[in-house]
């Protein structure tokens, strides 16, 4: 049995990675490790493991090569047009308090989407390409592009808890603000955004501390809160322009 076990091992060292394949469970993790193992009876069992840390790389290598970039592409795209909407919104508020608040709300959305197309552009180029070139190389070459593909990931995660921040975060702030204090919009709207703006500037400074690792509860469910209220100051902005046409 141990020498079937051994031979076993062999052959499958010298199996590429890109020639294994995952049958459903997307999310399984691909570390291929066992949890237990046979020894004589006092003796510690010991053997080989890939560990972890290569289950984004391997995930990204398995979708087509088009997948991850154009995913991005989206983000950026997306990113561009919010800054559209919130400038249009400024310029939708009279000159008052709201008014001001309104363009500090434009131009901190223009430093957040410039945050969120660099990591967009990392992740969707990079990290994809980083990904190829893992999954093709060989096996004594798969480590050096580990430690590379772990130090773009750190940057990432850095990058992409800014995004939550600065991106989801302080422009509703600002922006939700300049509703509830305008006179042209329901004030109870731009509290929901000023709410759904202070949870995720919450979420990403509490995540880029460190003092919660890697908890995207704290910023899914106010980003949907944040994207929903763009999708409604969207309506009435629409509506508001058509009654001011049909007034001339």
């Known amino acids: 049995m141990k020498a079937l076990r051994d031979t076993w091992f062999q052959r499958l060292g010298e ?14 993790t691909t570390t291929m490790q066992r949890t237990h193992g046979r020894a004589a009876p006092g003796e510690r069992v010991v053997s080989r493991v ?3 840390h290569w289950k984004v790389l391997s995930t990204i290598a398995a979708r087509p090569r088009w997948y991850w970039p154009t995913v991005h592409l989206g983000f950026i795209i997306g990113a561009f047009l919010w800054v559209g909407a919130f400038i249009a919104l400024a310029v939708s508020l009279k000159r008052s308090v709201s008014w001001a608040l309104g363009w500090l709300g434009a131009a901190t959305v223009i430093v957040g989407a410039a945050i969120h197309v660099a990591d967009s552009s990392i992740s969707g180029f990079g990290l994809n390409a980083l990904a190829r070139a893992w999954a093709s190389a060989p096996v004594s070459e798969q480590s ?52 759904g703006g202070t949870a995720s500037f919450l979420g990403g400074v509490l995540q880029f501390l460190g003092v919660v ?36």
């Open 15 to 28: 199996v590429r990675v890109g020639q294994l394949v995952f049958i459903d469970e997307f999310g399984a």
């Open 50 to 52: 890939p560990h972890g």
């Open 144 to 195: 050096n592009l580990l430690r590379v593909g772990d130090t773009l990931l750190y940057l990432l995660n850095g990058t992409w808890r800014s995004v939550h921040s600065y991106f989801h975060g302080v422009p509703f702030i600002l922006s939700g603000l300049a509703v509830a204090f305008s006179r042209r919009y329901p004030a109870w709207l731009g509290w929901v955004g000023v709410a």
């Open 213 to 248: 690792p890697g908890s995207e509860r704290l910023v899914i469910v106010p980003a949907q809160v944040v994207s929903l209220w763009m999708v409604a100051m969207g309506v009435l902005m629409w509506r508001s322009a058509g009654a001011a046409r049909n007034d001339k």
